[in-house]
């Protein structure tokens, strides 16, 4: 999962990567207006966490400014600021929540997943597909109700394959959601191809289907064999 935080206060911006890294979010932080606007223009991210107070600009505008590209991002605001006007505000144009500041990381965690699976996942505790069962509180996967052990990158590209069932996704596209944009230090796409062919044997060695088909020329596509 791809999240970028903006955020101008430098110790905060980096507490909360830190605690989503570990969490195992592919995490980016900016702290301008410029360098937000240029980030969300270039690539695609599941959850965007943005301050309204930026030097250059506002967290507003940047809200704005993302669903207009049609983006389906979602969206939490922390502030400072606790005017009822504000929190409505941010609704009203388009954010998921509104975080006060100061906040416990561990509440502001909670409410990234509590988003992901609203939005992805229509808020299930568990994500069902055929014989598959995903539980992403505690990141287990079941295959035939049997244990699967996946690696992070492994987990994190069943999930993208999940929330795009049927859907063609290209390599890049995959290599992006699961580097983020250091895709340049996973060298190639050779690599996206070595964890598929691990997840798929994974999941057959515990008798799920094939669900993971190659499309010549284009990339993968996750549906019923």
């Not at 690539?43 to 250059?56: N, S, W």
């Not at 049609?70 to 505000?89: Q, Y």
Request: charged share 25%; net charge negative.
């Amino acid at each position: 999962m791809k999240v970028l935080v903006i955020e101008d206060e430098q110790g905060l911006a980096e507490s909360i990567t830190e605690y989503m890294v570990k969490d195992g979010y592919i995490c980016e932080t900016v702290t301008t207006f410029r360098e937000a606007e240029e980030k969300i223009h270039l690539y695609t991210y599941d959850c965007i966490i943005v301050d309204l107070t930026l030097p250059d600009g506002n967290g507003f505008q940047l809200i704005e400014m993302l669903k207009r590209l049609m983006a389906t991002t979602g969206v939490i605001i922390i502030s400072a600021r606790n005017t009822l006007e504000d929190k409505l505000k941010g609704l009203d144009i388009g954010s998921d929540d509104y975080l006060t500041k100061p906040f416990h990381l561990s509440e502001l965690n909670a409410r990234v997943k509590s988003l992901m699976r609203r939005r992805q996942f229509g808020g299930y505790t568990e994500i069902r597909f055929q014989e598959l069962v995903v539980v992403p509180q505690t990141r287990n996967v079941f295959a035939n109700g049997q244990l699967t052990m996946l690696s992070r990158k492994e987990y994190d590209l069943l999930l993208y394959f999940l929330s795009n069932v049927d859907v063609a996704l290209t390599k890049a596209s995959i290599a992006e959601h699961l580097w983020g944009d250091n895709i340049d230090s996973a060298d190639s796409f050779d690599m996206v191809y070595s964890h598929i062919k691990n997840l798929r044997r994974k999941l057959l060695d515990k008798g799920a289907a094939d669900y993971i088909q190659s499309i010549y020329g284009i990339g993968y596509k996750f549906s019923q064999p």
